[in-house]
T-cell receptor, first 114, second 110 residues
């Protein structure tokens, strides 16, 4: 069954700790994206990658880092520099980076600060 | 001004009602438009793309007005299962970078 998986579903972070959110897709999609959603707000783009071994900052990249060593995987690290990390994190992918490509989302990870 | 603006609602309607949402966008270079549905604590899922000529999918009709830079979604014969948040999504004019509105919450009551 093709799709996007994210793990864990819930993640707790202590002050000063880096945590990594997993995103895997078996859709053979080239482009992958990370978004953050805060309560009652729309999704904001953190990072995106259009091809393996390449990625670009989105609108709110500060305090986050990513890697794209494999086509299937696009992990997001929330560093200690991100002062307000509590949010719902969504990973998405598209077949290409062209117009009208539907973005498919994973089920999301809720990050909470202890 | 936000790039994509929506009335957050909630819109409370009885079953069987017709309800319409509007969304305005500020980037005149935008070329692709979508409505996504998001259930509580779940990921967004594509409801429908919005085409220049307008398009219909069952009880759902989407319209685009490029001159006024707004998009609409009409839901006819509302069902309880339509209760969700509807996200207006617009591309940024190049490639597939998307901007999401804050969403409009719909609650359909028996």
């Amino acid at each position: 069954d093709g799709g996007i998986t994210q793990s864990p579903k819930y993640l707790f972070r202590k002050e000063g700790q880096n945590v990594t959110l997993s995103c895997e897709q078996n859709l053979n999609h080239d482009a992958m994206y990370w978004y953050r959603q805060d309560p009652g707000q729309g999704l904001r783009l953190i990072y995106y990658s259009q091809i393996v071994n390449d990625f670009q900052k989105g609108d709110i990249a500060e305090g986050y880092s990513v890697s794209r060593e494999k086509k299937e995987s696009f992990p997001l690290t929330v560093t200690s520099a991100q002062k307000n990390p509590t949010a719902f994190y969504l990973c998405a992918s598209t077949r290409t980076s062209g117009l009208r490509e539907t973005q498919y989302f994973g089920p999301g990870t809720r990050l909470l600060v202890l | 001004r936000k790039e994509v603006e929506q009335d957050p609602g909630p819109f409370n309607v009885p079953e069987g009602a017709t309800v319409a949402f509007n969304c305005t966008y500020s980037n005149s270079a935008s070329q692709s438009f979508f409505w996504y549905r998001q259930d509580c604590r779940k990921e967004p899922k594509l409801l429908m793309s919005v085409y220049s000529s307008g398009n219909e999918d069952g009880r759902f009709t989407a319209q685009l007005n490029r001159a006024s830079q707004y998009i609409s979604l009409l839901i006819r014969d509302s069902k309880l299962s339509d209760s969700a948040t509807y996200l207006c999504v617009v591309n940024r004019g190049a490639g597939n970078m998307l901007t999401f509105g804050g969403g409009t919450r719909l609650m359909v009551k028996p």
